[in-house]
């Protein structure tokens, strides 16, 4: 049992879905940032856009989002938005990534991945079929969904 109470889904079909969708996404997206030099982490994509080291910034900071809403979904039963608006966020994402290093940046997308996944695995499946699927529709948007999206970023 955790802290907050709740046990990990053992007999739960959907939240082990989708954590294999998580688990299964992460190790690709992980894989091929682990096979790119880390001096290479600096290099833009595209002409004027977010370094590679922002990007996974950016990363690290929806898994941290996702985790927050998923917490006050579940102490309210209702879904959690934002504070702000995505471009809002991404850009702050970018900023706080120029003034840490590759290392940095490197652990904490990996300790929000972990600690976001151990918090979907406490999820229920009524929790993830609850209002229209919100919870799995975040879930998705922020993870696997999102690694597909950044994949291509990553050379």
Known sequence: MSATGRQPSGDQPIVLETLARMDDGWAAFRKRVQSLPIERLADRLGDG??????????ISTWH????????????????????DDEDT????????AEGRTSGEILQTM?????RLRREVS???DAQLAAHDSWAAAVIAGNTYGHYAEHLPDLG
């Open 49 to 58: 856009g977010w370094t590679r080291k922002q990007m996974l910034g950016h």
């Open 122 to 124: 406490l999820l229920s």
């Open 89 to 96: 966020i991404n850009a702050r994402a970018a900023r706080a």
């Open 64 to 83: 941290e989002l996702t985790f927050e809403r998923l917490r006050r979904f579940v102490a309210s039963g209702e879904p959690s938005g934002l504070d």
């Open 110 to 114: 990996d300790d929000t991945f972990r």
